[in-house]
T-cell receptor, first 111, second 116 residues
Framework: KAGVTQTPRYLIKTRGQQVTLSCSPISGHRSVSWYQQTPGQGLQFLFEYFSETQRNKGNFPGRFSGRQFSNSRSEMNVSTLELGDSALYLC??????????FGPGTRLTVL | AQTVTQSQPEMSVQEAETVTLSCTYDTSESDYYLFWYKQPPSRQMILVIRQEAYKQQNATENRFSVNFQKAAKSFSLKISDSQLGDAAMYFCAYTSPMEYGNKLVFGAGTILRVKS
């Protein structure tokens, strides 16, 4: 089976712009979770989608949003980018509520 | 709130030797899962091993094994016959499906260096 894929792998944006990241889960997996990784805050949970519904949300401002499509692919959007949004964004998929498998991440740099 | 603590920011091990990485967690749940993930310089997060709380038997995966002490809320990872490819950041993670669905709570990580 193909693993979790994330696109793009690298992004450079400027403050105030918005960005959309994409995640394709492992075939058959219905749950997609997003995490932000920074040197200062470590790995933090953003949100989880299961069958097109947001099932859980972390403690992030409303600028961070996501959605999931009927084929389980997920996107996350960050609007009005701030310098502090520079991070590695990791997507993980699982069949239901069990082991999560991660994608390679999208490295976002905000200038 | 559930927390995961990795008290060793950095560890070193000689090639072919054994090393143990520590992890403690805090929870009031009885049904939960614990994981060790490895993140090499490529930044790809790789599952190393998983443990279900209801299982008393410690999980093992080839050279990797855990010491799961439920009462003490301790979950250490033992790497035997260490190899250069084991060098990475290791994260301990917790999840409780009934309370949080698929949310993983991670520790701060331990950098493992392997010396040849």
């Amino acid at each position: 089976k193909a693993g979790v894929t994330q696109t793009p792998r690298y992004l450079i944006k400027t403050r105030g712009q918005q960005v959309t990241l994409s995640c394709s889960p492992i075939s058959g997996h219905r749950s997609v979770s997003w995490y932000q990784q920074t040197p200062g805050q470590g790995l933090q949970f953003l949100f989880e989608y299961f069958s097109e519904t947001q099932r859980n949300k972390g403690n992030f401002p409303g600028r961070f949003s996501g959605r999931q499509f009927s084929n389980s692919r997920s996107e996350m959007n960050v609007s009005t980018l701030e310098l502090g949004d520079s991070a590695l964004y990791l997507c993980a998929s699982s069949y239901f509520t069990d082991t999560q498998y991660f994608g390679p991440g999208t490295r976002l740099t905000v200038l | 709130a559930q927390t995961v603590t990795q008290s060793q920011p950095e560890m070193s091990v000689q090639e072919a030797e054994t090393v143990t990485l520590s992890c403690t967690y805090d929870t009031s749940e009885s049904d939960y899962y614990l994981f060790w993930y490895k993140q090499p310089p490529s930044r790809q997060m790789i599952l190393v091993i998983r443990q279900e709380a209801y299982k008393q038997q410690n999980a093992t995966e080839n050279r990797f094994s855990v010491n799961f002490q439920k009462a003490a809320k301790s979950f250490s990872l033992k790497i035997s016959d260490s190899q250069l490819g084991d060098a990475a950041m290791y994260f301990c993670a917790y999840t409780s499906p009934m309370e949080y669905g698929n949310k993983l709570v991670f520790g701060a990580g331990t950098i493992l260096r392997v010396k040849s």
